[in-house]
């Protein structure tokens, strides 16, 4: 699916020093502003234990876990609505998304230079939603001048177009997110058409220095992580640099390190599966003896949906779906166990695939 997560923040954040601890693809970085301008695109594994389990009770041929994109975005600066520090081209990128990474500075140190002169979580974080804000603002008022014109003469589809309009334009000259204003379910659907990049799903990613990974103290994390409580947003917390080393070792060894050091999981781990969560998407699993295989649908897919993901023509041509949860798989280590507990559902057109499915589907070919 060709859904992605922008990677955004000042310069110098630590956003590509994030970006190439997720995707291994040496993203250039240097401590000067604007250092990445053509944004990088990485696909990333999403991490999925059960594919592991579902191996040792098929044992197949191959293995092959579901992937997310990444996008990693050139720092914004203050006045990037205007234009400054290439701000135009910049904010063209975090429009392509469908979702972002916010990654705010949460480390103190004299050698990397910070474009505001102070380590300040809370001025980092409004002086870049305070661009986008601007930057939707001047979008919207040009889109509403277009549709105010056919509301005034009469068309309905017109007039409701342009209350969504005005709902949002008024936040977004408060100084807030698109994504505050309360809107029911069609005017929704409405408002995703006007492509504003405040609307979109943010995750907040406070980046620390290796020696306050075990610190629990650091204010400047609790500052980031209470701004997006506040704000009804996500939020983890990791090291770049701790995880951009520790993203070179094989599997093994990474699993050998973090238990050394009393983790279960790492920071990109949890990063990217809240990436995952963000843009609203479930994985479902298939297996056999060939393979054993996650799939990524959105969630509410019902079963001709998810199974259009393997196939675009499954969806005209499906017949049912023939479901296990993987919890029982897991408890059982059989799935012939599974559906002696009479624990096998078949499904029609009408079911809503659910994340951890395990399911075969019946197409006509």
């Known amino acids: 699916m060709a859904l992605n997560c922008g990677i955004v923040g000042l310069p110098n954040v630590g956003k590509s020093t994030i970006f190439n601890a997720l995707t291994k693809a040496g993203a250039q970085m ?200 506040k704000e009804g947003a996500e939020s983890v917390v990791l090291c770049g640099r701790f995880e951009e080393e520790i993203s070179g070792l094989e599997k093994e060894d990474q699993a050998a390190f973090l238990e050394e050091i009393g983790e279960t999981q790492s920071g990109l781990t949890r990063m990217i599966q809240a990436s995952y969560k963000l843009l609203g998407l479930i994985t479902f699993l298939t297996a056999g003896v060939e393979e054993v295989r996650a799939w990524t649908t959105l969630k509410g897919s019902t079963g001709p949906q998810a199974a259009a993901v393997i196939h675009s023509d499954f969806e005209k041509g499906y017949i049912r779906a023939e479901v296990l949860r993987f919890e029982d798989l897991d408890r059982t280590g059989d799935p012939a166990k599974v559906k002696d507990e009479g624990k096998l559902k078949i499904e029609g057109k009408e079911y809503i695939v659910q994340d951890g499915d395990v399911i075969y589907f019946r197409v006509n070919a």
């Open 30 to 229: 240097a401590n000067y502003p604007f250092c990445t301008i053509e944004p990088n695109t990485g696909i990333v594994e999403v991490p999925d234990p059960r594919l592991a389990r579902l191996a040792e009770i098929y044992k197949p041929k191959r293995i092959l876990p579901t992937t997310i994109e990444f996008v990693d975005i050139a720092g914004l600066v203050k006045g990037a609505s205007d234009g400054e520090g290439l701000g135009n081209q910049f904010l063209s990128h975090i429009r392509e998304v469908e979702a972002i990474c916010h990654v705010v500075r949460a480390f103190e140190d004299e050698n990397i230079t910070h474009v505001h002169g102070k380590v300040d979580p809370i001025e980092d974080i409004t002086v870049i939603n305070y661009e986008l804000i601007l930057a939707d603002l001047d979008s919207l008022e040009k889109q509403h001048q277009r549709i105010a014109k056919s509301a005034k003469a009469g068309n309905k589809e017109a007039s409701e177009i342009a209350s969504v309009m005005e709902k949002i334009l008024e936040a977004l000259r408060k100084g807030d997110r698109a994504a505050s204003v309360k809107l029911n379910e069609e005017e929704t659907k409405i408002a995703k058409k006007f492509n504003l990049i405040t609307i979109k799903p943010v995750l907040y990613v406070a980046n620390i220095l290796e020696t306050d990974v075990k610190n629990t103290k650091n204010p400047h994390v609790q500052t980031i992580k209470d701004y997006a409580a």
